[in-house]
């Protein structure tokens, strides 16, 4: 009996150690990548700074709870942000640096950890004849498979759920800016 419980301790030890195991090899299976796009009936400029402003975040992104560092203007390339955020009821801070800026056109922000946490968000905007069409392009990996795990079953749904309410968020609130 004792000889069973110990092979079933063992097993569970093996489990865990494989689920927390830093799986930098398998990103493509613990990451994932939500797009959207959205049409806002406002000049790309207008648009561009309110989405890059971090003290607006807050304002529109579901998950944003709080922001620090450069919050009232568009951080230039090599600043950073840190920003509280919830997801799937999880509590954490970000910190967001700069790496392309192209005003109004583009704009790329990166956040990483040394556990092997990895997230890249991308705006792209065009001008069109009613306003600006975004893009926001994010992809993310966690640091293990228990995160890919609970990413196929909870993680990716709400990214994608806040995503999209972030982007109805801003065009709402951007349309309803006096010019």
Known sequence: MLRVLLWIAAGIAALIAVLLLPLSWANAWV????????????????VFSYITTP????????????????TDRTPKVGESVVETFEIAGRRDDATWTTTELDPPRRWVIVSGTPGGSYARVVYTLSATDGGTVWERDLTYRGPNLLFGLLNLVQIHAVMESDSAKALANVKRQIEAMRP
């Open 55 to 70: 003290a607006n975040w807050p304002r529109w992104h579901p998950a944003s709870r709080a922001v620090l560092g450069v």
């Open 31 to 46: 990451g994932s990548r939500v797009v959207n796009r959205t049409e806002i009936a406002a000049p790309p400029e207008r």
